[in-house]
């Protein structure tokens, strides 16, 4: 008996897509890019699944939390020296010049983490440190704790000098600091600009933030910040001797004994960018004659300044943090965040893998068989092989002796 007509094995798989060529080629792209995009979004869970569990390990939020507390205990024990200290006294002096003095007053605030959003308990103390500010504005008369108007002169622009190496960086008028312990032993500090303009890199065309940082952009692609001084807050300690000094929390950089973290570095000097009115853009500031701006001079009435024990818990938060002031997740919270993402990364990469693995079975199922490798034998599996590709369809329309 003759066998039913069959027609070509198809293969599990998608359905077939119906439809003009177009609609069908687009239907097809589609798919590959929902399969594309669903694999990266798989292999990317994956991925940072496992980094959270290997983060977990490291145990940083603990190891944080526990090196901040044994600053706790060591501020305890230092805090009796800082606070002993009864007068602390700051002298400015320009160009030679005797100086002026103010008062520092003693002053108790809260530590860095009250406000904090970490979710273990942070233990908190309080933080001390001498200060001056400027007077408030309705005062009618200055505290002896207020900067006087004149403690700092005013200072111009136009007299910035020549780029210190290794450049982008112009210095105007210098100040220098001192600090009076208890009315005889004083600190010098480094000298200061009181003006200063600071360059760095800008491209030119759509990404220029140059005007947006109040700047001043040259041809060359420099854009130049005019700053002043805004603040100075320093750190001190005392040594066996009893004698106060300050205190760098780098051994290699002895500038390092300021109070603010920035790109990794400790900083004494806080520096405020004024915008120049009248400048144009691409227009420096040594092309335009004194009438060029209206603002080429400026006061220094709202400078204020700070005196920090090196031992104070926030300087160890700050270095522990890298400035962040958050010790992160802790290690149960990144052991749930990385299996959550293991798991993920399996379900959405689990319907592309199979897929996969079926193409793969497809063209190894439709792919004709090994043959023998000897030349002889390679023309008589050919033959056979043609043979039966034309045979086997003929059998099965019923052309065949009944086999």
Avoid at 87 to 94: F, K, M, N, T, Y
């Amino acid at each position: 008996s003759s066998r039913r007509a069959r027609g070509p094995i198809r293969h599990r798989g998608s359905p077939p897509l119906r439809g003009s060529g177009c609609v069908v080629a687009f239907m097809q792209l589609w798919q590959m890019t929902l399969r594309a995009l669903a694999c990266a979004a798989s292999l990317a869970c994956i991925v940072g699944g496992v980094t959270s569990l290997v983060l977990a390990r490291g145990r940083s939020h603990e190891n944080g939390m526990e090196a901040y507390e044994v600053s706790l205990r060591e501020w305890a024990s230092q805090r009796r020296s800082f606070d002993s200290i009864s007068r602390l006294e700051l002298v400015a002096s320009c160009d030679g010049t005797s100086g002026v003095t103010v008062r520092m007053a003693h002053r108790v605030t809260i530590g860095p983490f009250a406000e904090s959003e970490e979710k273990s308990p942070l233990p908190q103390y309080e933080a001390t440190y001498y200060g001056a500010d400027p007077p408030l504005p309705n005062a009618t008369a200055l505290a002896d704790t207020d900067v006087p108007p004149d403690f700092l002169p005013d200072a111009s622009f136009e007299n910035l000098g020549p780029e210190l190496p290794p450049g982008l960086v112009r210095w105007g008028e210098v100040v220098n600091f001192a600090l009076r312990f208890d009315g005889g032993q004083a600190i010098a500090l480094d000298p200061l600009p009181l003006v200063r303009a600071v360059a760095h890199w800008e491209p030119e065309g759509l990404y220029d933030r140059c005007n947006d940082q109040h700047g001043v952009h040259e041809p060359i692609g420099k854009c130049w910040l005019y700053q002043r001084l805004v603040g100075l807050c320093v750190q001190v300690a005392r040594d066996a001797s009893g004698t106060w000094r300050l205190a760098p929390r780098e051994a290699n950089n002895r500038l390092s004994y300021g109070c603010r973290l920035a790109d990794g570095r400790w900083e004494a000097a806080v520096y405020k960018t004024m915008p120049l009115s009248g400048l144009q853009p691409h227009q420096a500031l040594v092309d335009i004659d004194s009438d060029g701006f209206e603002n080429r001079t400026v006061d220094f009435s709202d400078f204020h300044a700070k005196v920090r024990s090196t031992y104070d818990p926030y300087f160890s938060a700050m270095e522990l943090t890298e400035g962040a002031m958050s010790f992160g997740l802790t290690s149960a919270e990144e052991d749930i965040l990385g299996i959550v993402l293991v798991v993920l990364g399996a379900a959405l990469g689990f319907q592309p893998c199979c897929l996969l693995h079926r193409a793969w079975r497809r063209e190894r199922c439709s792919a004709p068989p090994a043959g023998p490798t000897s030349s002889d034998s390679l023309g008589n599996w050919s033959i056979k092989w043609s043979v039966s590709k034309w045979v086997t369809p003929w059998r099965r329309r019923g052309g065949g002796d009944g086999a």
